[in-house]
């Protein structure tokens, strides 16, 4: 967390790479599923459902639902017993990918 902290720029471009690839993956379905057929030497059928998994398992802006991170949390994956539960705010900041958009 240190180095996080000493170099926030960079961390600023790490996300800002991560989420414009995610939006090329979702915005050129074709090019991303020849890269992956050639990358992977695999056939076309099995770059394209590789491609509509990896599609399926991405997150919007890469920021994750609250009710998803809820039902993690609640769910029985959940760690300890907490009455109250935790605030989703306690849990996830998005404020560095917000500023991204």
Do not use: H
């Not at 800002?16 to 890269?35: C, N, W």
């Not at 590789?50 to 919007?60: K, L, P, T």
């Amino acid at each position: 967390m240190k180095d996080c902290a000493a170099a926030p720029n960079r961390i600023r471009g790490s996300l800002k790479a991560l989420l414009e690839s995610s939006r090329q993956i979702k915005r050129d379905r074709a090019a991303t599923v020849d890269y992956i057929r050639r990358s992977f030497q695999v056939s076309d059928k099995i770059a394209e459902n590789s491609y509509n998994e990896i599609r399926d398992a991405m997150v919007e802006d890469m920021i994750m639902p609250q009710e998803t991170i809820k039902k993690a949390v609640e769910g029985p994956y959940g760690r300890g017993n907490s009455a109250r539960g935790a605030p989703i705010g306690d849990i996830v900041d998005y404020s560095i990918l917000r500023s991204l958009r």
